[in-house]
């Protein structure tokens, strides 16, 4: 197969980090990949996908530029038929991949998949007219939807998108590749004092720092220190909201980093306010291989991930007392920290990128078998 993956920007977050994982993990044989970056001036995560390149792993890279979205569908249907793709991954899931499926359709590419990352969580009226219009345009040319987690599922059927084309695949991680790094940062860590409580998670509204911030600010343990990993829209009110609480924003919010499993490794508890928005939260996952106490928002996509609490402790979303009582148990006591990571090497096992892309490969093959 010769396999065109869309992203739009090269982001250092979760829809990309995935992007790369099936890249990096796809059988070579008989395969090839291509990408298309639509925003080319995005460029977090551009030496990771380079490479790739230089591994062989990517065929070719381009960045795409266009003036409107004719241009764009031209410049998707010439790339297409020049590198004879046969198969096409759309990571994002917003307006701009219509016009890539039109693209790829007018180039003769049937087998097209769209990973939808997001609960689709809207109230608004004309949010939804304008959701259910793009699906039913996606159900009419014959796409295949991906949702990352049975709660993305569950919100498209909410949606009604009655999409025959539909299958969960969750998201992945190189779980060897974040116990070597994480296990290293740790022995270099251990000795010191200082015991940190880690969040990574983009700073929007779907998550919860809020939460997090105001039960942290409530304890009193000196040697433990709260480290927020990411940037976003949030981060002002955020910086703020420290400042108002009496705790030291630089210390705590440490920007964005290309190497979490180094910050994981250094953790001592790692903690995932969100909301009931929330798709996956890869990082999870990437705590899970790193063999860290997990302690996360009672919702229903950490419900999922973390097997109904059997991978981490679940508290009460948005409960400032929930989370204060949680965190006060876990620093107190190293014997419940140790019990949470009990299975953890057991449970994260299925979340492999080794093992996703597979399924990734069966279903693109199912597909196109039948064009």
């Given at each position: 197969?010769n396999i065109l993956h869309i992203l739009d920007g090269l982001y250092y977050a979760g829809i990309e980090k995935q992007a790369f994982e099936i890249i990096n993990h796809f059988p070579q044989k008989k395969n090839h990949n291509f990408l298309i970056n639509l925003s080319p001036k995005i460029k977090d995560l551009e030496e990771d996908f380079y490479n790739l390149f230089l591994e062989k792993k990517l065929e070719k890279i381009e960045n795409?530029?266009?003036?409107?979205?004719?241009?764009?569908?031209?410049?998707?249907?010439?790339?297409?038929?020049?590198?004879?793709?046969?198969?096409?991954?759309?990571?994002?899931?917003?307006?701009?991949?219509?016009?890539?499926?039109?693209?790829?359709?007018?180039?003769?590419?049937?087998?097209?998949?769209?990973?939808?990352?997001?609960?689709?969580?809207?109230?608004?009226?004309?949010?939804?007219?304008?959701?259910?219009?793009?699906?039913?345009?996606?159900?009419?040319?014959?796409?295949?939807?991906?949702?990352?987690?049975?709660?993305?599922?569950?919100?498209?059927?909410?949606?009604?998108?009655?999409?025959?084309?539909?299958?969960?695949?969750?998201?992945?991680?190189?779980?060897?590749?974040?116990?070597?790094?994480?296990?290293?940062?740790?022995?270099?860590?251990?000795?010191?004092?200082?015991?940190?409580?880690?969040?990574?998670?983009?700073?929007?509204?779907?998550?919860?720092?809020?939460?997090?911030?105001?039960?942290?600010?409530?304890?009193?343990?000196?040697?433990?220190?709260?480290?927020?990993?990411?940037?976003?829209?949030?981060?002002?009110?955020?910086?703020?909201?420290?400042?108002?609480?009496?705790?030291?924003?630089?210390?705590?919010?440490?920007?964005?980093?290309?190497?979490?499993?180094?910050?994981?490794?250094?953790?001592?508890?790692?903690?995932?306010?969100?909301?009931?928005?929330?798709?996956?939260?890869?990082?999870?996952?990437?705590?899970?291989?790193?063999?860290?106490?997990?302690?996360?928002?009672?919702?229903?996509?950490?419900?999922?991930?973390?097997?109904?609490?059997?991978?981490?402790?679940?508290?009460?979303?948005?409960?400032?007392?929930?989370?204060?009582?949680?965190?006060?148990?876990?620093?107190?006591?190293?014997?419940?920290?140790?019990?949470?990571?009990?299975?953890?090497?057991?449970?994260?096992?299925?979340?492999?990128?080794?093992?996703?892309?597979?399924?990734?490969?069966?279903?693109?093959?199912?597909?196109?078998?039948?064009?």
């Amino acid at each position: 197969m010769n396999i065109l993956h869309i992203l739009d920007g090269l982001y250092y977050a979760g829809i990309e980090k995935q992007a790369f994982e099936i890249i990096n993990h796809f059988p070579q044989k008989k395969n090839h990949n291509f990408l298309i970056n639509l925003s080319p001036k995005i460029k977090d995560l551009e030496e990771d996908f380079y490479n790739l390149f230089l591994e062989k792993k990517l065929e070719k890279i381009e960045n795409l530029n266009y003036k409107s979205s004719l241009v764009m569908i031209y410049k998707i249907l010439r790339f297409c038929k020049k590198n004879k793709i046969n198969s096409l991954i759309i990571y994002p899931c917003n307006k701009k991949m219509l016009f890539v499926i039109f693209g790829a359709k007018l180039a003769g590419v049937n087998n097209i998949f769209v990973q939808v990352q997001n609960v689709i969580n809207t109230k608004k009226r004309m949010e939804i007219i304008k959701l259910k219009i793009i699906f039913k345009i996606i159900k009419k040319l014959g796409v295949f939807l991906v949702p990352a987690s049975q709660s993305i599922f569950d919100s498209l059927m909410k949606l009604k998108i009655n999409n025959r084309k539909i299958t969960i695949i969750h998201n992945s991680c190189d779980i060897n590749q974040i116990k070597k790094i994480s296990n290293k940062s740790k022995s270099k860590f251990k000795s010191s004092k200082t015991k940190n409580i880690v969040m990574v998670a983009r700073l929007d509204a779907i998550k919860d720092q809020e939460t997090l911030l105001r039960a942290f600010a409530k304890l009193r343990f000196p040697n433990w220190k709260l480290k927020i990993v990411g940037q976003g829209s949030n981060l002002n009110y955020l910086r703020d909201l420290t400042l108002r609480l009496s705790l030291k924003p630089d210390d705590i919010f440490v920007g964005t980093t290309n190497n979490v499993a180094k910050i994981l490794g250094e953790a001592e508890i790692f903690a995932f306010s969100t909301t009931e928005s929330e798709g996956f939260g890869k990082v999870l996952i990437e705590a899970m291989a790193a063999n860290l106490p997990i302690i996360a928002s009672d919702v229903s996509a950490c419900r999922e991930i973390l097997f109904n609490g059997k991978a981490g402790l679940l508290v009460k979303p948005k409960s400032i007392k929930s989370w204060e009582e949680n965190l006060r148990k876990l620093i107190q006591d190293s014997s419940y920290r140790n019990k949470l990571t009990n299975n953890l090497d057991y449970l994260v096992k299925q979340y492999d990128s080794k093992i996703i892309v597979l399924k990734w490969e069966k279903l693109l093959k199912n597909e196109i078998s039948k064009f």
